[in-house]
């Protein structure tokens, strides 16, 4: 991790996640000493339901419900939070039981029990979203009750990441009597058992968290509010901050704002973070397209994209070219796109598509978030039209859509062409191949896959030293390679700016990127 410095005194390093959550903002800025933190973001949620969200959505949820199992600083591995104690009762990693805290109670008093823990599991599978958390659950059979405090999860097939999934805040604890087990809760309310309660919320402009006075868990809170800003554009993010609106700006920086602040240029008294990340971009490919549906131009795409062009270019060296879906620094990740199609090559591209006798321009329409991962997103989009029309073998068009709107489209299959992001949802290679293969998957795609879902996931799944499973997923990521329906683009690393009156964040940030907001307080506080 490497802190930019306003001045000598900033000894403190931020790191954060996109979403944060607190009290009123107009009764006290992010500059008062008493008032809550605030933190702004470009990453709003799509949903307050966790049955309806595998996305960015988490990084609210994270401090705002409770999970069997979290991660606390310092731990890689998940830990008991609502849960006293969890394990394996076989050998075989099928069967896996969870002791709950005595006395848990969610934020309005009523009683939290193993019946509460198996409602919110099953209606996860029963509303299947497109798109939503019932992907995670492939390899869960049934969940049991044993009185109020036990509940055992046995598994269809040995997985020794299941523990890691509940782990996740697509399975937070909810109340049974706010939340049908057949369809989403639509009031916009919140009933948790989390280290916060939501006390309002503005659908894209700001979420008020404070503090959860029924909480039982691992949560040390430093603070007793917490406020999320939401923005759609980076540059107002970044003013923001500047004129103390904010404490912290996190997912969405702009790589010219991150490199201002390399270089000193902000004002004084911010502080710029960098830390390595697995954050990952990528392009999905619609296979029920005429033109996608194509491997040969698919592939021809793949061979004309110029990931360092774009990494250097449009980001400036603030993120990472990337040739396979599981990124570097995880068990498994391969320069795969890089080995079977070399630099760039119209020639190469022209040569794969008049082999599978397309001659004529082939039309595509890229499609981007117009709020979500921020404002450099744009401008990525405009260079890979670029490039690709620069080939002379596309018409490119380009069109973007807000978050909420760019969900609905991509899972009901509208999109020809469409770029993602991926934050994990735990760390661990399993979670950048597992999320987009298979009939449900995290992109509302189908994929089926069949190696990898039926073959060789299960079998990385049965062992439990996760850093023995390499082979599986090389040989994995060669059948994505293969069949390009999936394209990588670049790794991130994360950044931070922030205010130099903000400490405690160099530990808020759980291995899967979510900021554990309780972490953070004010130095006045001291």
Sequence with gaps: MRVFHRYLRHVAAIAAISLVAGCDLASSGASGSDGPVVVGTTSAPSTLDPAASWDGSW?????IYQTLLSYPYGSSEPQPDAAESCRFTDGSSTAYSCTLKEGLKFSDGTKLDANAVKHSIDRIRDINVDGGPAGLLGSLDRVETKGDREVVFRLNQPDATFPFVLATPA??????????????REDGRVTGSGPYTLQSYEEGKQAQL?????YKGVADRH?????????????????????????IAFRGLAASDIIALEKGSNDDGLQLIEDSGIEISYLVFNPDDPWTSKPAVRKAIAQVIDRPRIAHDVYQGTVDPLYSMVPAGLAGHTTGFFDDYGKPSDSKAKKILTDAGITERVPLTLWYTTD???????VEFKELKRQLEASGLFNVTIKGEPWKTYVDGYRKGE?????????????DPDNFIAPFVGEKN???????ASEITKVLLPESRRESDRGAVVRQFEEAQDILVDDARLLPLWQGRQYIA?????????RALDPSTIMMVWELYRKESW
């Design 210 to 214: 404070a503090r959860n006075p029924n």
């Design 415 to 427: 999109y020809q062409v469409f770029g993602r992001g991926w934050f994990p949802d735990f760390p």
């Design 171 to 184: 399975m937070s604890i909810v109340d049974p009597e706010e939340y049908p087990a057949k369809s989403l």
């Design 372 to 378: 979500r991962y921020g404002s450099s997103t744009a």
């Design 498 to 506: 922030a205010s130099d009156e903000i400490a405690g964040a160099e």
């Design 442 to 448: 995290a992109l509302g795609t189908p994929y089926p």
């Design 223 to 247: 603070n007793s509010e917490v406020t999320i800003r939401y923005f759609q554009d980076s540059a107002l993010m970044v003013k923001a901050l500047r004129d103390k609106e904010l404490d």
């Design 59 to 63: 990084e609210l949820f994270r401090n």
